[in-house]
């Protein structure tokens, strides 16, 4: 066992990386599941329709999403403990160190974020535009997608993966890979992985609303850029752990009002 320099989010123990990895991968995978499980119905609706056979584009569709998975794992494992990052109760509970500590600093700011990311989801809902409205409540994303991709998924994906990088990479131009990363780069890493965070949404945007319109991507990119922000900033301070309870919270308590 080591200790991570000291970052936003304090000191934590860091297990050995593979073990991290591993254990980090597991938790996406779920997710990943969720969603080949909800493309099934649709994938064997238009078989006939398909260049291949409903159950070959689901096994693909997950196999991608298991390598992307395992690739952004790798490299928040690699260089999150470098810039100050980390998962700080997942990492105590490996090292067989107290968790109790680690989550009491998480909770409160992590579910501040989710009643936030709640409020502002059922404020969008008022906003949304017309294409973008499900006709068929049967269409719409199950509870079951929202909260095991996007709200452990996603944050793996994004903050863990991209965001990580994005403040190494910063941190070894602008500070040659010196002392901890300054306010100002982690402010910048978690602008862009916010940005690309909601540059993300816009195929499942399109799949919707059939084209991308101007009121279309501007809605997609303002409401989840700002939830972005949220979810970055809670990493950098609190861990990763923080920005996986808000994005489970938003979704939840937003998925009655929607």
């Not at 969720?34 to 159950?55: I, K």
């Not at 992590?110 to 936030?116: D, S, Y």
């Not at 079951?144 to 990088?165: C, D, P, Q």
């Not at 540059?199 to 101007?214: D, E, K, R, S, Y």
Request: with cysteine.
């Amino acid at each position: 066992m080591v200790w991570n320099a000291p970052g936003p989010a304090g000191p934590a123990p860091v297990p050995s990386g593979w073990r991290l990895g591993a254990v980090l991968w597991l938790l996406g995978m779920p997710g990943g599941v969720a969603v080949v499980w909800a493309l099934l119905p649709p994938l064997r609706a238009h078989a006939e329709l398909l260049p291949l056979p409903w159950w070959a584009l689901a096994l693909l569709s997950g196999a991608q999403t298991a390598v992307l998975l395992a690739l952004c794992v790798a490299v928040g494992t690699v260089l999150a403990p470098r810039v100050g990052l980390g998962a700080p109760a997942v990492s105590a509970w490996l090292c067989g160190a107290p968790v109790g500590p680690a989550v009491r600093r998480l909770w409160g700011p992590g579910v501040a974020g989710g009643i936030a990311g709640a409020a502002w989801l059922w404020a969008l809902s008022w906003v949304a535009p017309a294409a973008l409205r499900p006709t068929d409540p049967a269409a719409a994303m199950p509870l079951a997608v929202k909260l095991l991709y996007g709200g452990i998924t996603e944050e793996l994906l994004m903050r863990w993966g991209v965001m990580s990088l994005l403040l190494w990479l910063g941190w070894r131009v602008a500070q040659r890979g010196r002392g901890r990363p300054g306010t100002g780069l982690v402010a910048v890493a978690v602008v862009l992985s916010a940005l690309l965070f909601a540059l993300g949404h816009l195929p499942a945007a399109q799949a919707i609303a059939g084209v991308l319109t101007a009121p279309v991507v501007a809605f997609v990119l303002v409401g989840n850029t700002a939830f972005g922000l949220v979810a970055g900033a809670l990493y950098a301070r609190h861990g990763l752990e923080a920005a996986i309870l808000a994005h489970l919270l938003a979704h939840l308590l937003s998925h009655a009002l929607l």
